[in-house]
């Protein structure tokens, strides 16, 4: 199957600090990936869409602004999440969407975990 | 709206079986996944259904039923591993992932 990476794997950041998150596809090219948050005990819940080339396509009540997607390349998109406060420690976890066989199947990373301090 | 339904929470016996039920209502249809997730891990596939009937892999098996809205998925000699919450995720018309809130399987001795 397809696989994912996601850098760092836990990160611990300041109040007030931006913070960076990759999302790579491995072995195939994603022109669409997704990017989830997930509190403890909650539900995985959409945050963005990142198309290649393209702006990202946010849910609503997601700050775009304090969200900063870029999707640069076919195996790249990353998050940023800016002026990071303590409400923003979660588990964050990308997917890359494989057109290849039609399924439209999402292969997840492996989350990363941000505590702001 | 889009709407997907799976109960919450479900409590198993170590070597029974068990099924997890998911009705969905969404605009359109182009498939159905079902993921499990350990807690504090990212979400994993087990099946994917795109036509009616059933899709048997090792232990786990989904169902899929178009007309009515409906899938399960089947859990036979369950293992204290499986506890894990188990998600139900549609893919609709606009090929978007529409996730179901999670169902929790708690497996007991």
């Known amino acids: 199957g397809a696989v994912v990476s996601q850098h760092p794997s836990w990160v611990i950041c300041k109040s007030g600090t931006s913070v960076k998150i990759e999302c790579r596809s491995l072995d195939f090219q994603a022109t669409t990936m997704f990017w989830y948050r997930q509190f403890p005990k909650q539900s995985l819940m959409l945050m963005a869409t990142?198309?290649?080339?393209?702006?990202?396509?946010?849910e609503q009540g997601v700050e775009k602004d304090k969200f900063l997607i870029n999707h640069a390349s076919l195996t790249l998109s990353t998050l940023t999440v800016t002026s990071a406060h303590p409400e923003d420690s979660s588990f964050y976890i990308c997917s890359a969407r494989d057109e290849r066989e039609g399924t439209y199947e999402q292969y997840f990373g492996p989350g990363t975990r941000l505590t702001v301090t | 709206g889009q709407n997907i339904d799976q109960p919450t929470e479900m409590t198993a016996t170590e070597g029974a079986i068990v099924q997890i039920n998911c009705t969905y209502q969404?605009?359109?249809?182009?498939?159905l996944f079902w993921y499990q997730q350990h807690a504090g891990e990212a979400p994993t596939f087990l099946s994917y259904?795109?036509l009616d009937g059933l899709e048997e892999k090792g232990r786990f098996s989904s169902f899929l039923s178009r007309s009515k809205g409906y899938s399960y998925l089947l859990l036979k000699e369950l293992q204290m591993k499986d506890s894990a919450s188990y998600l139900c995720a549609v893919i609709d018309s606009n090929y978007q992932l529409i996730w179901g809130a999670g169902t929790k399987l708690i497996i007991k001795p």
């Open positions: 259904n795109v």
């Open positions: 969404t605009s359109g249809f182009n498939g």
């Open positions: 990142s198309n290649e080339g393209s702006k990202a396509t946010y």
